[in-house]
């Protein structure tokens, strides 16, 4: 079955940087677009940027742009989420999904997500 696992979260302070990795398994990962969303507390899910399936396509919501990096690996089957210069606004859980969400005008959790990981940023 498809699976996709969030990992490298946790308590950061403002300005710091954590990565986050999602492993995927169950499918053919290459061959689809990945989209990392997040959900700040008392939120919705907000999409936050995608990688296309090649790798060398990205986009990214105005709130992370310049601050966050995302990338993939095919061939180790994980995407990734470098998040630099972090706020307290980041604070969320973090979802990896299969496909493309920001085609979407509101994300929901359709297909397949992740469980998410949890980041806080806080002094």
């Known amino acids: 079955e498809v699976q996709l696992v969030e990992s490298g979260g946790g308590l950061v302070q403002p300005g710091g940087s954590l990565r986050l990795s999602c492993a995927a398994s169950g499918f053919t990962f290459s061959s689809f677009d990945m989209t990392w969303a997040r959900q700040a507390p008392g939120k919705g899910l907000e999409w936050v940027s995608v990688v296309r399936r090649g790798g060398g396509s990205t986009n990214y919501a105005d709130s992370v742009k310049g601050r966050f990096t995302a990338s993939r690996d095919n061939a180790k089957n994980t995407l990734y989420l470098q998040m630099n210069s972090l706020k307290t606004d980041d604070t969320a859980v973090y979802y990896c999904?299969?496909?493309?969400?920001?085609?979407?005008?509101?994300?929901?959790?359709?297909?397949?997500w992740g469980q998410g990981t949890q980041v806080t940023v806080s002094s």
């Open positions: 999904a299969v496909g493309d969400y920001s085609i979407y005008r509101t994300v929901q959790k359709t297909g397949y």
